[in-house]
T-cell receptor
Framework: AQSVAQPEDQVNVAEGNPLTVKCTYS??????LFWYVQYPNRGLQFLLK??????LVKGSYGFEAEFNKSQTSFHLKKPSALVSDSALYFC?????????????FGRGTQLTVWP | IAGITQAPTSQILAAGRRMTLRCTQD?????MYWYRQDLGLGLRLIHY???????GKGEVPDGYSVSRANTDDFPLTLASAVPSQTSVYFC??????????????FGAGSRLTVL
C-alpha cells in the first residue's frame, strides 16, 4: 500500500529563517514524489517533483526538497521564509507502476511565517 | 487563461437529492481526476479517467459516479447525497506523457454541504 505521512500539522517560523516541512512515504517500488501548496480558497498548485536523478530537487518560489531513499523522506525546505509562504502544504507519492495521476496525499501541514 | 473550470463554486444540498459537479479543462490533457478534501484527511481520489471513454475507481468511489464523453469534460455525480459527502471537491488533470506527466493541474474547487 502507498501512503504519505506529514508528522506536523503546523509549522511556525519567523520571516527570514529557514523552514522545513517534513514528509515520509511508503511505496512498494521506486516512488514519484511531489509537493503541492494550497492558498486559502484555492486549488492546489504544483511546487516540485522527484522522478529520478539528483536527490535535491529545486522548485517554484525558492523551495527545494531532498529525496532520501534510506530514510524514505522527502522534506520540503527553503533557506529564507517569507510571510507570503504561509499556506497549506501537501506531500504526495505515486508508485511508478500505478495509474498516472493516482497520487496519495498526506494530511497537509499548515505553514505560518511570522513577520 | 488555460486551466480547469469547476461549477458550482459552492452548493448547499438536501440529503437524498441528486447533484452533478461540473469540470471542464482546456489544456487537452488526457487524464482527469476527482478528489475530495476533508480536514485532517488531506485529499482522497474518488474517480479518475486516463482518456476519453474510460474511467476508474479511486480510494473513495462509493456514492459517486463519473463519465468522460470527451477530452474536456469530466462531471462528478452524487446520485443521492448524504451528509458524509459534505466536502470540498477538486477536479484535476494531467498530461499523459512528456514533461507535464505526473503534474496535476487543479481547479479552484466546489464546496458542497449536504444537510
Amino acid at each position: 500500500a502507498q501512503s504519505v505521512a506529514q508528522p506536523e500539522d503546523q509549522v511556525n517560523v519567523a520571516e527570514g529563517n529557514p523552514l522545513t516541512v517534513k514528509c515520509t512515504y511508503s511505496v512498494s517500488g521506486n516512488p514519484y514524489l511531489f509537493w503541492y501548496v494550497q492558498y486559502p480558497n484555492r486549488g492546489l498548485q504544483f511546487l516540485l517533483k522527484y522522478i529520478t536523478g539528483d536527490n535535491l530537487v529545486k522548485g517554484s518560489y525558492g523551495f527545494e526538497a531532498e529525496f532520501n531513499k534510506s530514510q524514505t523522506s522527502f522534506h520540503l525546505k527553503k533557506p529564507s521564509a517569507l510571510v507570503s509562504d504561509s499556506a497549506l502544504y501537501f506531500c504526495a507519492v505515486r508508485d511508478r507502476g500505478s495509474t498516472l495521476g493516482r497520487l496519495y496525499f498526506g494530511r497537509g501541514t499548515q505553514l505560518t511565517v511570522w513577520p | 487563461i488555460a486551466g480547469i473550470t469547476q461549477a458550482p463554486t459552492s452548493q448547499i444540498l438536501a440529503a437524498g437529492r441528486r447533484m452533478t459537479l461540473r469540470c471542464t479543462q482546456d489544456m487537452r490533457h488526457n487524464a482527469m481526476y476527482w478528489y475530495r478534501q476533508d480536514l485532517g484527511l488531506g485529499l482522497r481520489l474518488i474517480h479518475y479517467s486516463n482518456t476519453a471513454g474510460t474511467t476508474g475507481k479511486g480510494e473513495v468511489p462509493d456514492g459517486y459516479s463519473v463519465s468522460r464523453a470527451n477530452t474536456d469534460d469530466f462531471p462528478l455525480t452524487l446520485a443521492s447525497a448524504v451528509p458524509s459527502q459534505t466536502s470540498v471537491y477538486f477536479c484535476a488533470s494531467s498530461a499523459s506523457g512528456g514533461a507535464g506527466a505526473n503534474v496535476l493541474t487543479f481547479g479552484a474547487g466546489s464546496r458542497l454541504t449536504v444537510l
